[in-house]
């Protein structure tokens, strides 16, 4: 039988977590996990719902940076001015997720978590570098984003490990983060291929840091130091954009499937990234 819970603390459903005898799994927003429960392709033995906790929700600022609590919903982050502002790419990454209804419920640790190689929001988060605080029965730890998901549906998270908040960093001056999916249809569709670019630029227009990162063409998100490579150093200039698009392509091991070959995935990420980096440059250097 299907047992639920819903615990006021973190520390409560930790206990739940490490004391469930068969498979336990954490409700966030239920986006993903409620179809999966539906299709049968979950059967977890317990249900913990960390929506009732209320220090998992909600979003401060903190050191310059940002804290959003897990159980955040994308809405709740759409409507943040001053997230907004700072980390334009992650909102609007976390604000493609499905339609208005979704938005209401999904959360970014339940895109991260469910390990969907073209969830929107995790390709923004890596590029930003953002972190999570992991709480577990070993106390909390804080890990990059990056360092969660190790493939399709499988993630680094002990059993009586979840997700407690996100960190934003601080965002230097004059540096900015976009995000672009394409998908096949105009909205509610799975990315064909997804980009998030970070970059700082100089008084000049040269660009002193970068981060390039791709989604939905390899298992994981991938981070392309080769395409950062290619931006640092330069202005966004034809010859970078071109070393940007042909590292982007390199760097991807996409699948073949309805939505695209591998042909015409690893071409799309090249176009992607050169578009990504043009609209975070921008953002950049009016800053
Ligand atoms: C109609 C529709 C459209 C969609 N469109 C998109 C889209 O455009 N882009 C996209 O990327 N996704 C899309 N999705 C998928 C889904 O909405 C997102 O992945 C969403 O962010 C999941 O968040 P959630 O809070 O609902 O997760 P849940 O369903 O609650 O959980 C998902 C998984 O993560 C685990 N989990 C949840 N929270 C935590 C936590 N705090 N710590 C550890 N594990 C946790 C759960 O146990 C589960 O395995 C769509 C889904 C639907 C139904």
């Known amino acids: ?16 977590l490490a004391g469930a005898s068969g498979a336990a799994k954490i409700l966030s ?39 959003i609590g897990a159980a955040t919903s ?16 992650v909102v609007e990454a976390a604000n493609l ?4 209804q979704i938005q209401g419920r999904a959360t970014l ?31 909390r730890r804080e890990v990059p984003v990056e360092s969660i998901v190790t493939g399709p549906g499988r993630t680094s998270l002990a059993r009586d490990e979840f997700i407690v908040a996100f960190h934003l960093p601080k965002r230097p001056a004059r540096s900015a ?54 931006l640092i150093g330069r202005k966004l200039d034809a010859a970078a954009l071109d070393k940007l698009d042909a590292a982007a392509q390199r760097a991807c091991k996409p699948i073949d499937d ?9 071409k799309v990420a090249g176009v992607l990234a050169r578009r990504t980096a043009t609209i975070a440059f921008e953002r950049a250097s009016k800053r």
């Open 109 to 139: 640790a339940g895109n991260l978590c469910n390990a969907s190689p073209a969830a929107d929001s995790v390709p923004a988060l890596i590029a930003a570098r953002a972190t999570c605080v992991v709480a577990g029965a070993k106390g």
């Open 74 to 89: 994308g809405a709740a982050i759409g409507e943040h001015e001053a997230l907004r502002a700072a980390w334009p790419g």
């Open 177 to 230: 983060d976009a995000y672009l999916r394409f998908i096949p249809r105009t909205e509610m569709d799975i990315a064909v291929v997804g980009a998030g670019v970070y970059v700082t630029l100089d008084a000049g227009e040269v660009c002193t840091d970068a981060r390039v990162v791709l989604g939905a063409v390899a298992p994981t998100a991938v981070v392309v130091a080769d395409a950062a490579a290619a």
């Open 258 to 266: 309805k939505r695209g070959t591998i042909e015409y995935r690893t």
């Open 29 to 67: 927003g239920g986006t993903d996990l409620l179809v999966q429960l539906r299709s049968g392709r979950a059967k977890p033995d317990l249900i913990v719902d960390v929506k009732q906790i209320p220090d998992m929700a909600g979003i401060a600022e903190h050191d310059g940076g940002f804290v």
């Open 1 to 16: 039988m299907l047992a639920y819970t819903a615990p006021s603390t973190v520390e409560e459903a930790v206990r739940a």
């Open 97 to 100: 997720i499905g339609s208005t």
